[in-house]
């Protein structure tokens, strides 16, 4: 079976600009995924260069933009995707070359919020004990593979990028905040009481929509809010 | 001599897995000026894809005892591992796993608010009387767990990763001691010269050097190829281990713990096979044990589907509850790499390669150990080895579920503390650099930027993985074993003429996938050599000319010189460090 492609390419070795290449390559009958059409579409040309690694959705390196929508291409089903099958980059981050984006202010924000536990009292010689029910808490939100999907589909990230924290950074976020184990809560909440770094996020959930682990940072972004209201009042 | 730019720190970490940030914390929050260099963002360190938990007698849900956990894992070994290295990890272990809870790892609970335990293959009360829980596990994401939290904690110990950096060569000065490495930054596709009191290699395993492994692509066995070309021997490179459970066709991982939550392996026949092979142990018997099982099922006919090539993992008995609660990631893996949702229908699978237990020798502190002027150990000065990449060996010739986890943490932090302390005490100052430090990486690149009419990296590194596939695999014998021996020595022929296309710089992925090339067939002429050349049959070294463990004769680490292909060994460590010596005995389960 043919597969083709409409890929944006650009390496700043050899091109003046970015262009969309048109390609296609002959796949075989073990290639499922759209990321094993791309790795056969490398042997074609060795050229087309993105990043992989895991290939089942948990290392968060193949994030691309596919027909229109971020999305892993190591779980995305070749035969759901209609062709000539458009690939371009995360959008709002700088391109270094293809598919490849520069995730300095991605990782730049998550750092931000403190991405650990902070708890100053000296801890026991077993567990912070935890109730089963207190650490459900944390599901659906410690998932997070760090992939991008969801704060470069956001357009207060694209339009804000080193101020807005963005949906990655606030599920982080609210993650620290909901561990019972943690005690910077108030802190937590003053590094997010800005008018840009919380408060640029509009409930767009183009985030929910995307996230390939099914997560919800619309929903930890509206906690994250209720408790700042809370606390005024 | 081209002028390279150099970088000059007191410690170099390569690889930021679950090891490679164990340690880095360690170092960072020593105030050591450390560099972790990594080919990929940390997160997506290959540490993240495990799965079913970590070990430690904690006995939050059973009875337990580290000395158990420690008779578990020589026995898993099939008592090739060192029973010092063995016995400091088993009892380092609670306490390993506690400082991680205390670093922030969401861990599943028990009622009284302690880290949830789950049964595992292999884990037994009693020294082998019956199943344990002992596998700490967050839902079916331990590693994700893991590995995001020593991130964290970096990130608070404001430790300094070089991103996306591949190293290239280990250096070593006149006296054999290693004084930094090389690296290629991949945005640039600038060389540079990285200068370091001490390096240590956390680079991980190297499972793609098979045709199906449940490892991620970076596996490439980096440390191992960079050890090999830099003289350094490897050990035990003849043990890899068969995953019972990878998808079959997919090769993805299906972590153990499902069968730790009661799922059940059944053959064409709806038979549950593991209760005729192993009476006690069942489904939960080791790895290398319930592999050979699955193979012989198969070779016997019993094989499930179209094709008669592969068993079932059967769950759907534990409800959608427990699979939802504890297993959520099996299902939807089931469910986009098997196409069957494991709630109604069971998972195909087939063992599938999963874990290099070989590597760099070393000791449970860490440093990297060689035969020297004969002594069979000695230090190399600077050098440290730590998780899948180093062989301490704690794992010998099969390893147990969730080792490989505890592994990375308790000599991650061992290897961090040895370094701090050769840095303190033996290395105020750095060594002079050799004079032509990065030649060897310079000329390999040239290479690459020169070659035309070579062969295409994809075909040779596919000629590698159909090699140790078929005479590598879970049942071997001596003349597959010798074909193969011929076969990749022609292939690594081939591998000195790969050629890319793209002869750019920035971000050039064919020639990172070259240079990845002459790190695996480093690791599959030790496999090979090493594995056609043990004459017995010992935890995943299963040979049918050499049916039995021969402990007279083979009870020894091979040690593997890429120079001559040479093999030598070293002997097993038969002391531990406090408690009686585990003789060894037969192994049933």
């Not at chain 2, 930054?185 to 370091?196: K, L, Q, W």
């Not at chain 2, 240590?200 to 970076?218: E, V």
Request: net charge neutral; glycine share 8%; proline share 5%.
């Amino acid at each position: 079976m043919k597969m083709q492609f409409k890929i944006y390419r650009y390496n700043p070795d050899v091109d003046a600009k970015p262009y969309m290449q048109d390609i296609e390559v002959e796949l075989e009958p073990s290639d499922k995924k759209l990321l094993d059409a791309l790795v056969r579409l490398k042997t074609v040309d060795d050229s087309l260069s993105f990043r992989r690694s895991c290939r089942e959705g948990v290392c968060g390196s193949d994030a691309m933009n596919i027909n229109g929508k971020n999305g892993l291409a190591c779980v995305t089903d070749i035969v759901s995707l209609k062709q000539p099958v458009e690939i371009r980059p995360l959008p709002g981050l700088p391109v270094i070359r293809d598919l490849i984006v520069d995730m300095t202010q991605f990782f730049k924000q998550y750092n931000s919020i403190k991405p650990y536990v902070i708890n100053d009292t000296p801890p026991p010689s077993h567990e912070r004990l935890q109730s089963p029910k207190d650490r459900e808490e944390l599901d659906g939100l410690y998932e997070c593979i760090l992939c991008a999907c969801c704060s470069t589909s956001c357009p207060s990230f694209w339009w804000n990028p080193d101020k807005f924290v963005g949906p990655a950074g606030l599920l982080a976020a609210y993650r620290f905040i909901a561990d019972t184990r943690d005690t910077a809560i108030n802190e937590r909440l003053d590094n997010l009481e800005d008018p840009y770094r919380l408060f640029r996020c509009h409930s767009i959930m183009n985030c929910v929509d995307v996230c390939p682990k099914h997560l919800n940072p619309t929903k930890a972004i509206g906690k994250i809010k209720e408790l700042m209201v809370k606390r005024i009042a | 001599m081209v002028n390279v730019a150099k970088r000059q720190f007191d410690a170099v970490i390569v690889g930021a897995g679950g090891a490679g940030m164990r340690a880095a914390l360690q170092l960072s929050e020593a105030g050591i000026k450390t560099a972790v260099l990594s080919k990929v963002f940390p997160t997506r360190s290959h540490t993240v894809a495990a799965q079913g938990g970590i070990s430690a007698a904690l006995g939050n849900v059973q009875e337990d005892k580290w000395e158990w956990h420690m008779y578990d894992t020589v026995k898993g070994s099939d008592w090739l591992g060192d029973q010092d290295a063995i016995e400091f990890m088993c009892k380092t272990a609670p306490e390993a796993i506690i400082e991680l809870e205390h670093f922030g790892m969401p861990f599943d609970r028990v009622d009284s608010g302690r880290i949830y335990q789950r049964p595992f293959g292999g884990h037994t009360a009693n020294f082998g009387e019956k199943p344990v829980q002992r596998a700490c596990a967050a839902a079916d994401r331990t590693g994700h767990a893991l590995l995001h939290t020593l991130y964290q904690r970096n990130v608070r110990a404001n430790t300094q990763f070089f991103v996306e950096w591949m190293a290239l060569d280990l250096i070593r000065d006149a006296d054999g001691d290693v004084v930094g490495v090389t690296a290629l930054e991949m945005e640039t596709g600038e060389v540079y010269i990285i200068h370091a009191k001490a390096v240590l290699f956390a680079t991980g395993g190297a499972g793609r050097i098979y045709a199906a492994s449940t490892n991620a692509f970076i596996n490439t066995g980096d440390g191992i190829g960079m050890s090999a070309r830099a003289g350094i021997p490897l050990e035990d490179m003849e043990f890899w281990q068969f995953h019972p459970t990878g998808v079959a066709g997919a090769g993805v991982l299906i972590t153990e713990g499902v069968r730790g939550e009661g799922g059940i392996l059944l053959n064409a026949n709806g038979e549950r096979f593991m209760e005729r092979y192993a009476p006690t142990l069942k489904d939960l018997a080791p790895r290398d044990f319930v592999s050979r099982c699955m193979a012989l099922e198969v070779l016997e006919g019993r094989g499930a589907g179209k094709n008669k090539d592969h068993v079932l993992l059967k769950l759907d008995h534990l409800g959608p509850e427990v699979i939802n609660h504890r297993l959520p990631s099996i299902r939807e893996i089931a469910i986009k790499f098997a196409g069957v949702d494991p709630i109604k229908e069971p998972i195909p699978v087939i063992p599938t390669c999963h874990y290099q237990m070989g590597g760099i020798p070393t000791n449970y502190k860490g440093e990297v150990m060689v035969p020297k002027g004969g002594e069979p150990e000695v230090r190399v000065n600077g050098f440290y080895a730590a998780g899948e990449c180093a062989c301490a060996s704690v794992h010998g010739a099969n390893r147990l579920g969730t080792n490989s986890l505890l592994d990375l943490v308790v000599f991650g932090k061992s290897a961090g503390d040895s370094m701090i302390d050769f840095i303190k005490r033996e290395r105020p100052v750095h060594k002079p650099l050799p004079a032509n430090a990065a030649d060897f990486s310079l000329s390999r690149i040239a290479r690459l930027d020169a070659q035309t009419g070579g062969e295409e990296v994809a075909q040779v590194r596919t000629a590698i993985q159909t090699v140790i596939q078929s005479r590598a695999g879970v049942f071997r014998n001596s003349a597959n074993m010798a074909l193969g021996v011929t076969e990749i020595k022609a292939v690594a022929e081939r591998v000195k003429h790969t050629q890319t296309k793209d002869k750019s710089k920035v971000w050039n992925t064919a020639r990172m996938e070259a240079l990845e090339t002459d790190n695996l067939i480093e690791v599959a002429m030790a496999t090979m050599i090493s594995a056609e050349n043990r004459k017995e049959s010992r935890g995943a070294h299963s040979h049918d000319d050499f049916t039995k463990r021969d402990d007279e004769n083979w009870m020894k680490h091979t040690l593997f010189y890429s120079e001559g292909s040479r093999i030598d060994y070293k002997p097993v460590h038969t002391k531990p460090l406090t408690v009686d010596y585990i003789p060894p005995k037969e192994r049933t389960f």
